[in-house]
Structures are given as C-alpha cells and as structure tokens.
C-alpha cells in the first residue's frame, strides 16, 4: 500500500462518483478504478458498495475513512512543521518523559532550552521503555524516565534517588503518621500506570514483594491523575515520588514512609557513544545545575 493510494481512496469517498474523483485527481477513471480495486483487495475488505446509481461507502469503508483522514491530516501537519523548521534554520531536540517526573526540574530544563533561538522543542510522553526505542529511532535526544534498560545502544544516568510518598484520600487513618510499607499493605493499593510495562507500577510492587508483603490491587489506571483521582475517592492508596506532591489536589493528603532507602532513580537516557551536538551540551550544563540543585537540597 502506498501513500497515493489513501489519497485516490480520500477523493473517492468524498466524491462518491469515480468520474468527478478522476477530475479532481487529473487521471482516467478506468486507472482510477483499478488502484481503488487493488486497494481493497490488499485490505481484504470492500470499501464501497456499488450500484448503478453511484457509490457508498461500506461500513468498512466508513471505518477506513475515517482513520485515513486522520493519517492524511497528521502527514500534512507534519509536512508544513518540517517546512517551517527548514525556513527557520532551527534545530529539532527531542525530549521524553514519564509524567512522575515532570513535576520536578524537567520543567525548568524545558523552559530554558525554549527560550533559545535556534531550538525547536519537541516533547513527548513516553515510557521508559518507549523513550529507548525513541531515542534509538531519532525521535527523541533526551530521555527521563524510572527504569534502567539495558541497550547496547543507549547509555542512561542516574541523576538522583527520589523518596517515595504514599497519597492518601485525607482523612485517612495514617493520614497524620510515618507509616511503613507493611502498615501501607493494609489497605487496597492504586496502581499506575497500568500499561505499558516495566513501569513505576512494577517498582511500586516490588517494593513490597521483596518485603514478603502481598497487596491487593484495587484499581489499575494508566495515568497519574486518574490515580491520583481514585485515590481521593478513597478507591485505595498509591505511592509516588517525592516530585508529585506539588500536585496540590482536595482529598489527598501525601506522607513519607518510615522504611529507609524507599526511593525511585530519576534516569537520564541517551544514545551511547554519540558527540553532542551544541543543544545537547547546552541541554547537559542545564541539566548538571538542576540535578545539583536537588541534591544539595536548594530545589525541593
């Protein structure tokens, strides 16, 4: 399947008539006909019910249309950012993230690199495992995220340890307390997010399985506001880093734990073995004074 054949079945579908779509794509019908005909059987479905009184879709084709028109949308906004960025002789740096960790520096870094000239900023939520895989593509030149992923072409930096809170619904029992994870393991745990996995969601469990401690998962949900939400309407309780207590929400009040050493690694990936480029080095000096900053204690 090629690109021009979403564009001949577009016209189609609009037109509902291969004469006037034949027009408009300066061609003949009988060649018209044909690619929409080889287009259907490649997909295995018809796209259009044929009668002397014209065309229709299909329910399958309605379906097919309806996503192309997304592709077909996507490719041209991609197109005219492509354009732009050449006219402005600007350089793409790409950067993801996991949302835990965007509650912290990463902010700062973006609002610096931004206010370059030359830069052109492009974020992206992925996991951690997805930011590999980005990073490996050129989608992304930076990545932050939870997990250490071993990729003979990605080097990752662990930039700091962050303790773990646990986000109670208020009024919670251990509400005003220092609780332990054995005292946390009482009560039905949130857990996010849900997919895709390895994630934060594992390091949460493993938590309390190399504990011995068994939990029961309430409700899973995929992003941290909607776990934050569930805990709120007391569904369970979860854990989260340090960072997401800036997340000022009614019903949820954040505690540390007693256990020591209950942290989770804030990761900085990038492609192993690459020279920096200029916006790479100016993003690693940003980079060095944040993660000093947090480790001295004068960034929260």
Known sequence: MELRHLRYFC?????????????RLHMAQPPLSRQIKQLEGEIGAELFERSARGL????????????????????????????RLARSKRVMFGIGFVPS?????????????RQKDNVELVLAEL??????????????????????IDDPDVEQ?????????AALPDGHPLADTVPTLAQLAEYPLVLFPAQPRPSLADITLGLFRRRGLKVTVAQEANELQTALGLVASEI???LVPEQVKRVRRDGIVYVYLADPGLTSPVICSRRKGEAPSPIMQEANAILEVLVENRRSGRYP
């Not at 189609?12 to 027009?23: F, K």
């Not at 960790?101 to 690199?113: A, I, S």
């Not at 930011?131 to 939870?146: C, E, N, P, T």
């Not at 930096?157 to 809170?165: A, K, T, V, Y």
């Open 11 to 23: 016209v189609v579908a609009e037109e509902l008539n291969l004469t006037r779509a034949a027009a």
């Open 56 to 83: 229709r879709l299909t329910p399958a084709g309605q379906l097919f249309h309806e996503h192309t028109l997304q592709i077909m949308e996507k490719l041209d906004t991609t197109i005219a950012a492509t354009q």
């Open 101 to 113: 960790v965007f509650y912290g520096q990463l902010p700062l870094l973006v609002r610096e690199l």
């Open 127 to 148: 996991t951690t495992v997805q930011q590999v895989k980005a990073l490996k593509s050129g989608r992304i030149d930076m990545g932050f995220g939870r997990m250490r």
């Open 157 to 165: 930096e662990n930039l700091f340890d962050e303790p773990l809170m």
């Open 236 to 238: 369970g309780i979860t």
